[in-house]
């Protein structure tokens, strides 16, 4: 069975100043690890993924994850957030049964000026 | 465009009354899935779809069912809606060698 904890719902943070939306999982099996972002009364977008290989990933509007197997997790960083960051993060682990998604709670992100 | 669409985008009905929500994506996916969201509880799998005729349940499989009688097309039904089935639902498609999901936009549903 595989499970993953978000343990902020919501992040309060101004407009500039660094992020951090963590992230744990437990699997019994290989896994691959993703972080989806949902905008206001949207659909969820990928918006990085490790599957092998380095540990740290980056997407391309500068947010970055590092999977840490030891401590499994994988917490998702961003040195300056803009307004536009503002939405929901969901964390999800793959790696069971037909590969679908286990989705943590969900990170509420929000970026005041 | 590839993409994964849903209908209908909002629903209001009564309990009891059967309902179905259509999915379907135009990418040849192998993969198909549904999800419901909850405040709180993330995205939650209802159903998956490994190929044409292949389900399985996932996390919170009661009071739906889904069928896969062609690739593109991974309906949702609920026979007997009830309130607690008021929630916002995903469906999500992937190919078989790859991990990434495409996500429709989702359907939020109101079951009175």
């Known amino acids: 069975a595989q499970s993953v904890t978000q343990l902020d719902s919501q992040v309060p943070v101004f407009e500039e100043a660094p992020v951090e939306l963590r992230c744990n999982y437990s699997s019994s099996v290989s896994v691959y690890l993703f972080w989806y972002v949902q905008y206001p009364n949207q659909g969820l977008q990928l918006l990085l993924k490790y599957l092998s290989g380095s540990t740290l990933v980056e997407s391309i509007n500068g947010f970055e994850a590092e999977f840490n197997k030891s401590q499994t997790s994988f917490h998702l960083r961003k040195p300056s957030v803009h307004i536009s960051d503002t939405a929901e993060y969901f964390c999800?682990?793959?790696?069971?049964?037909?590969?679908?998604?286990?989705f943590g709670g969900g990170t509420r992100l929000m970026v005041k000026p | 465009e590839a993409q994964v669409t849903q209908n209908p985008r909002y629903l209001i009905t009564v309990t009891g009354k059967k309902l179905t929500v259509t999915c379907s994506q135009n990418?040849?996916?192998?993969?198909m899935s549904w999800y419901r969201q909850d405040p709180g509880l993330g995205l939650r799998q209802i159903y998956y779809?490994?190929?044409?005729?292949?389900?399985d349940k996932g996390d919170v499989p009661e009071g739906y069912k889904v069928s896969r009688k062609e690739k593109r097309n991974f309906p949702l039904i609920l026979e007997s809606p009830s309130p607690n089935q008021t929630s916002l639902y995903f469906c999500?498609?992937?190919?078989?060698?790859?991990?990434?999901?495409?996500f429709g936009p989702g359907t939020r549903l109101t079951v009175t």
């Open positions: 999500a498609s992937r190919a078989g060698g790859d991990y990434e999901q495409y």
């Open positions: 999800a682990v793959g790696g069971n049964a037909g590969n679908m998604l286990t």
């Open positions: 779809s490994m190929n044409v005729e292949v389900t």
């Open positions: 990418m040849n996916h192998e993969y």
